[in-house]
């Protein structure tokens, strides 16, 4: 019995160091860096079709595209009914979207801060959707739930 609970103590301490030494997602501030640094690599990458291989940028990124959005998804931290998912994406018009399968309030961008969002006007309330320009064509999102 006592093996049994030292090894169930073990896994438990063993998953909360994990949530918080083995980050499993890209901070904004990496995110606006490595996008500036690799813009126009990103750029012909996505205008060449090949946006799958912004995954070799960090194994954290990973590309999806839909109905022409190109989402770079750069992981999430939290659980899934608490969570926020980080990433940034292409805007082939320049211009703030709406991320493709956000559900929160709302289809309108509402201007705050730097950038815009839909939902909660505070980041740590409900849904919430917020996207801020990096650079042309490239835009930082993070999306709470």
Do not use: H
């Amino acid at each position: 019995m006592r093996r049994l609970s030292f090894f169930c103590m073990l896994l438990v301490l063993w998953n909360f160091t994990a949530c918080f030494l083995g980050r499993e997602y890209l901070t904004k501030d990496e995110i606006f860096k490595l996008v500036q640094e690799n813009e126009e690599w990103l750029l012909t990458c996505v205008q060449s079709g090949n946006a799958a291989d912004a995954e070799f940028l960090d194994e954290r990124i990973k590309v999806n595209i839909e109905n022409g959005y190109v989402d770079f998804d750069c992981g999430g931290r939290g659980l899934s009914v608490s969570g926020v998912d980080y990433g940034f994406y292409y805007s082939p018009e320049d211009q703030p979207l709406r991320y493709a399968s956000y559900t929160g309030y709302g289809d309108q961008l509402l201007p705050q801060g730097d950038g815009w969002y839909l939902g909660s006007e505070s980041r740590n309330e409900g849904d919430r959707y917020y996207t801020e320009k990096i650079c042309s064509c490239f835009y930082y999102y993070e999306s709470s739930f």
